[in-house]
Structures are given as structure tokens and as C-alpha cells.
Nanobody, 126 residues
Framework: QLQLVESGGGLMQPGGSLTLSCATS????????IGWFRQTPGKEREAVSC????????NYLGSEGGRFTISRNYVKNTVDLQVRSLKPEDTAVYYC???????????????????WGQGTQVTVSS
């Protein structure tokens, strides 16, 4: 059973940046496509970004997607999500998820991720 653990959330200043990390105790993260999602109360979980097992990334937030960079950190064995120019509307619980489909292009939505972390809260406020 793959277990994912997110870290790096907290209270952030508008305009700042942060890096969220998705880790697992198993050295197998590069077997999966890894997605980052976020969710605010009363809203559906929103896809942020995805990185395929062989590499290749997709951002899902349109013009806002340029503030987000997903990458694999082979030193820490994590998949990181860097968020720049933070805005209050980035406030959400951020989740990482793993899909055995391996390619983000083959993943239709959240239901096609088999493994999820517990989430990390990000609050952007002055």
C-alpha cells in the first residue's frame, strides 16, 4: 500500500512562495504519475498539476498555472510543488495523489488516482 505524506504548508504572506513536498516511505514515487490537487470548503477538489512517471508535466490552472511548478526531487525522494507569487485565493488544503496510469495525459480526473495523502493546509494572508 503506497502511503503519501504532504508537507510544507502553513501561513504564508501574499506575494511569497512556498514549496510543498509529497513523500512516501517506499522508493517508488517514480513508478507513478503524481498529481497535486487543492480544495477549499464547499468546493470540489481542483487539479493543480501533474508529473508523469517518465517525466513531462501538465498544469491545470490556465493562466494561473505559470505560478506552479511540479518536479521530482530524487535526493529527497519527493514530488515537489513550488508556488510563486502567492495569492489569498491559493488558500486551500493541498493534496498529492498517485496514479498507476503513469502518464498524466491518460488520467481523466481525481477518481483515477488510487492513492492520496492526508493533505497540508496552505493559508495565504497578511
Amino acid at each position: 500500500q503506497l502511503q503519501l505524506v504532504e508537507s510544507g504548508g502553513g501561513l504564508m504572506q501574499p506575494g511569497g512562495s512556498l514549496t510543498l513536498s509529497c513523500a512516501t516511505s517506499l522508493n517508488t514515487l517514480d513508478w507513478y504519475a503524481i498529481g497535486w490537487f487543492r480544495q477549499t470548503p464547499g468546493k470540489e477538489r481542483e487539479a493543480v498539476s501533474c508529473i508523469s512517471a517518465p517525466g513531462g508535466t501538465i498544469n491545470y490552472l490556465g493562466s494561473e498555472g505559470g505560478r506552479f511548478t511540479i518536479s521530482r526531487n530524487y535526493v529527497k525522494n519527493t514530488v515537489d510543488l513550488q508556488v510563486r507569487s502567492l495569492k489569498p485565493e491559493d488558500t486551500a488544503v493541498y493534496y498529492c495523489a498517485a496514479s498507476t496510469r503513469r502518464s498524466c495525459a491518460l488520467i481523466g480526473g481525481p477518481l483515477e488516482y488510487e492513492y492520496w495523502g492526508q493533505g497540508t493546509q496552505v493559508t495565504v494572508s497578511s
